[in-house]
T-cell receptor
Framework: SQTIHQWPATLVQPVGSPLSLECTVEGTSNPNLYWYRQAAGRGLQLLFYSVGIGQISSEVPQNLSASRPQDRQFILSSKKLLLSDSGFYLC?????????????FGPGTRLTVL | AQSVSQHNHHVILSEAASLELGCNYSYGGTVNLFWYVQYPGQHLQLLLKYFSGDPLVKGIKGFEAEFIKSKFSFNLRKPSVQWSDTAEYFCAVIAVSGGYNKLIFGAGTRLAVHP
């Protein structure tokens, strides 16, 4: 069966420090991968998606970037964190055509920027 | 731009009460519709989905939702809630328009069920 992992589960970082959040998927090949940010009372906002290795689409301009160095690995990064980057970050995957069908979510990372 | 509205941000019910959570979307074309649930401390998981066919969809744990195209709605229902239904519920819509179709989430509804 397919599983999705995210780490770390929680992270506290100072403003201006770099960020690297990792997401890996097991049990499937060539998944579509997604990064979301969940803000209280505002649902989930899609940040990035990828349909293959090295392919990244950005949904909103921001201080973050994403990379997909391997088929089942998706990384969310920042060179210098801002206070506004605090939030709950979710990784998800789906099969088939990107954007169609069910997406499966990871456990998330709670990021606090101080 | 497509959007999803969930009318109730917080709902408090007693056990055995009936539940209906509203969801409306703004897109006139073909849509795929989802309800996701996030129990405390757990992953976001799929509750039910509608792609086509019977507009009354049954999901896990006794939940169902009805797609009413004329009202652009996909309300979630359960006839008798349990304490274990305490969670946050998200309605989500994919506007199927060719190319990449983005999953748009509503703001979520926090449900608290008291014994």
């Amino acid at each position: 069966s397919q599983t999705i992992h995210q780490w770390p589960a929680t992270l506290v970082q100072p403003v201006g420090s770099p960020l690297s959040l990792e997401c890996t998927v097991e049990g499937t090949s060539n998944p579509n991968l997604y990064w979301y940010r969940q803000a209280a009372g505002r649902g989930l906002q899609l940040l990035f998606y990828s349909v293959g290795i090295g392919q990244i689409s950005s949904e909103v301009p921001q201080n973050l970037s994403a990379s997909r160095p391997q088929d089942r690995q998706f990384i969310l990064s920042s060179k210098k964190l801002l206070l506004s980057d605090s939030g709950f970050y979710l990784c998800a995957w789906s099969g088939g055509l990107a954007g169609e069908g069910e997406q499966f979510f990871g456990p998330g990372t709670r990021l606090t920027v101080l | 731009a497509q959007s999803v509205s969930q009318h109730n941000h917080h709902v408090i019910l007693s056990e055995a009460a009936s539940l209906e959570l509203g969801c409306n979307y703004s897109y006139g074309g073909t849509v795929n519709l989802f309800w996701y649930v996030q129990y405390p401390g757990q992953h976001l998981q799929l509750l039910l989905k509608y792609f086509s066919g019977d507009p009354l969809v049954k999901g896990i744990k006794g939940f169902e939702a009805e797609f009413i195209k004329s009202k652009f709605s996909f309300n979630l229902r359960k006839p008798s809630v349990q304490w274990s239904d305490t969670a946050e519920y998200f309605c989500a819509v994919i506007a199927v328009s060719g190319g990449y179709n983005k999953l748009i989430f509503g703001a979520g509804t926090r449900l608290a069920v008291h014994p």
